[in-house]
C-alpha cells in the first residue's frame, strides 16, 4: 500500500457539515470524497468538472473589470493631457501627428 500523508484544510463549517451529509449519504467520508477528486484531477490532468461563475458573478467581475479599465484610461488621459479634450479633439490630434509622421517618412 502507498505511503498516506495528511492533508489540513480550512472550511466554513457549515459547508462542511453539509458536505459530510452529502457524501455520508453516497456511503463514503468526506476525505475519501476528497481523494475522489484529487484522483480524477491527476488522471485527467485538469479539474475534473467545469467551473463558471453565476449570471450575477459574471455581472459583478464584469463591472469591477470595467471600472479599473474605465480608471487606468482615466489616469492615463491625466498623465498625457488629454483628460480636458474632447473625442473629437482627440482624433484630430492623432491624425495630424499621423499626416506628420508620413510627411517625416517621405
Known sequence: MAETTN???????ELKDQADQIFSAMGMSLTTAITVFVRQAVRQKKIPFEISLSDSESRAVAMRDALAASERIWQNSAQNGTAGMTPDEIDAEIKAARAERKVRAY
Open 7 to 13: 492533508l489540513s484544510i480550512r472550511l466554513d463549517r
